[in-house]
């Protein structure tokens, strides 16, 4: 099994991801470190703590960084609801965050992966960064870092800037910069591997996990709904699904330069797949382009109806 460690902000899509990479069974699962992004630290942490309870899973849910390294926190609150994970009642949780620092928590998990660890990023880059500023000699022994984030075609917090990416871009810039092996599933792959209606139905009689999936679902694609058509964008799932099957997607090895300028292209990621001769010793992200979108479908169902 690869060893992972969840780096979220949950989060309705932060969540069904979560749900994927535990009913896939091919992930040790060795922890959830939280950032703020689609809400403030304290509710997103609470939520992960909700969906860990939910499926039973023993394992520790760490808060980490309270702020983007340069700037305030902007809750996707028109998106992801007032606590950030609006729509479907959990009860309160039990469980505790875990005592411990995220940056620490994360250093002693590379350690302990021996050069294994990939880090599922689907929230700000913050606490990645943050890693990466505290324990620079780390680097070369995390194996990918999978993020949803960024965009080569437009963005959708600004014309340019996709939200992941704008919420800290400074955080953005020092990790695509690190020479750590990195997947950018941005908003090019992610806006194809939509969910319809009549498939959102399909998950809902999945059992109790499909439910909550489905609940989900039904608050976030309010957010979605064009023209009458409510399909849902699972972003964060897709990360999840490329490490299951790399196979399954148009990659392309690219150089990409993150805007943590004030200009108004902060927070886009720029991508070169043309434009400009870089040299071949331009640090490369695996960029993600497109997917396979009813082979998602079926293998998020699998995932989820192994949950039961
Ligand atoms: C990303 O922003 C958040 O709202 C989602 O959870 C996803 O990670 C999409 O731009
Ligand atoms: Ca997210």
Request: with cysteine; charged share 20%.
């Amino acid at each position: 099994k690869m060893p992972i460690v969840f780096d979220c902000d949950p989060g309705h899509d932060d969540a069904v991801a979560l749900f994927m990479a535990v009913g896939s069974e091919r992930f040790d699962l060795r922890g959830i470190t939280c950032v703020p992004g689609n809400n403030l630290l304290d509710k997103v942490s609470q939520n992960a703590l909700k969906l860990t309870e939910f499926l039973g899973l023993d394992i520790p849910v760490v808060a980490g960084c309270p702020k983007p390294l340069a700037q305030e926190c902007h809750p996707a609150v028109s998106v992801h609801g007032a606590s950030g994970m609006e729509g479907p009642h959990l009860p309160l949780p039990k469980k505790q965050l875990a005592k411990v620092n995220a940056i620490d928590f994360l250093a002693q998990q590379i350690r302990e992966a021996g050069g294994e660890l990939t880090i599922v990023a689907v929230g700000p880059l913050t606490n990645i960064a943050t890693l990466l500023l505290a324990y620079p000699e780390l680097k070369g022994d995390i194996k990918r870092i999978c993020i949803m984030g960024g965009s080569a075609e437009g963005g959708n917090v600004t014309p340019v800037a996709e939200f992941n990416i704008w919420h800290d871009p400074e955080a953005a810039r020092i990790v695509f910069a690190s020479g750590v092996p990195i997947t950018m599933c941005g908003l090019d792959v992610t806006h194809r591997l939509y969910i319809t209606e009549p498939e959102v139905e399909e998950i809902r009689a999945l059992g109790r996990v499909g439910r909550l999936a489905a609940e989900l679902f039904d608050y976030y694609k309010m957010y979605h709904g064009e023209g009458g058509v409510h399909n849902v964008i699972p972003h964060d799932a897709v990360a999840v699904c490329w490490l299951l099957d790399p196979e399954m997607f148009y990659t392309r090895s690219l150089h990409v330069e993150v805007d943590a300028g004030s200009s108004l292209s902060r927070g886009c990621t720029q991508v070169f797949a043309i434009s400009r001769d870089l040299g071949d010793d331009s640090v490369k992200a695996e960029v993600v382009f497109d997917g396979d979108r009813d082979k998602f479908v079926q293998m998020f169902k699998h995932c989820i109806a192994n949950l039961g």
